[in-house]
């Protein structure tokens, strides 16, 4: 069976929004890709407090200025498609009240008909936390889970009751309803957050890893599903921030999914071995403009059926 293909929608400031947005989702749904995916970054601090992921040192890549809002971004998408599935990959979570949150992806996922997937993470950058008013930057695993408890809450039956940290509801309706369980992916790389995803969500969207270290992480959750008697299968779903270029990258110290697309596709092919249900191929940050961008889904698509996947 093929591995479903997602492709990244435009969210990039060279994108003109008010039209490539849907223009890109359509062509997309067209070439046969089976989701579109979102991912978030609040901001970009003119002088961060700290590097990007949190390494002393490492700058914040320009195309993260200006980036588009996940949710908006996606509802925009779901109202020219009818079959992709709709995933954020990765939305942030403490960023955002987690009843509110809740509540928009239930109404996303009932307007569509079913086709929206959660992809949430903690966060790493503190600047984005001062600016959101949310919790401490110190207790987004807390804020994490907790967001997750409040969706299942919210998109369970009536009525719905809850009481957490953050979070209290007192015995109401609450609605629209998802149109079926919407699947939660959640980011995670050391064993703390690994278990989260054994423990809360349907599955793992492990973010911009080499080969060797999706493996390692797949291994790793692996066990800890074992340790913890989980018997439900857990869903693979990686993202891959991909550089295109026209021309094969011949340079040394070439990143995966660096290069032309059938270096992309050989690099696809090296997840595909270790298994994944589905995976995320980000094009935006290279592509001049939609156009371009929409060609280079629909060479990459092509190479990797062609391949196999």
């Keep these: ?3 479903r293909l997602g492709l990244g929608l435009p969210q990039h400031r060279q994108y003109d929004l008010a039209k490539d ?9 067209r070439i046969g890709y089976d989701s579109l995916w979102v991912y978030e970054r609040a901001l970009v601090p003119e002088n961060p407090t700290q590097g990007l992921y949190g390494v002393p040192g490492l700058p914040w890549p320009d195309w993260y200025r200006g980036l588009a809002h996940p949710l908006v971004t996606l509802t925009l998408a779901a109202a020219v498609t009818e079959r992709v599935g709709l995933g954020s990959g990765i939305v942030v979570a403490p960023l955002h009240g987690p009843f509110q949150l809740a509540k928009a992806l239930a109404t996303l996922d009932a307007a569509s008909g079913g086709r929206v997937i959660a992809g949430l993470g903690s966060g790493w950058s503190t600047d984005e936390f001062a600016a959101a008013s949310s919790r401490p ?8 889970d907790e967001v997750i408890d409040v969706c299942r809450a919210v998109w369970g039956p009536d009525p719905v009751s809850y009481e957490g940290r953050i979070t209290k509801i007192d015995t109401a309706a609450v609605g ?9 992916l959640v980011g995670a790389t050391n064993k703390k957050a690994l278990t989260r995803v054994v423990d ?16 390692t992480g797949w291994n790793q959750l692996q066990d800890i599903a074992a340790e913890r008697g989980r018997s439900q299968p857990l869903l693979r779903v990686p993202r891959v921030n991909a550089m295109y270029t026209n021309k094969a990258y011949d340079g040394e110290g070439r990143q995966p999914f660096q290069g032309n697309a059938e270096q992309i596709v050989t690099d696809l092919a090296a997840f595909a071995e270790v298994g994944m249900d589905e995976v995320l191929i980000d ?19 092509e190479k990797a059926r062609a391949a196999g996947l």
């Design 1 to 3: 069976m093929a591995i």
């Design 283 to 301: 094009l935006q940050t290279t592509p001049r403009d939609a156009q371009e961008l929409k060609d280079v889904a629909a060479e990459v698509y």
């Design 21 to 29: 947005i849907t223009d890109v989702a359509r062509t997309a749904e």
């Design 200 to 215: 809360r969500a349907d599955g793992w969207i492990p973010v911009a890893m080499t080969p060797d270290a999706y493996a």
């Design 176 to 184: 629209p309803k998802p149109a079926r369980p919407i699947p939660i």
């Design 137 to 144: 930057y110190e207790e987004r695993g807390q804020v994490l």
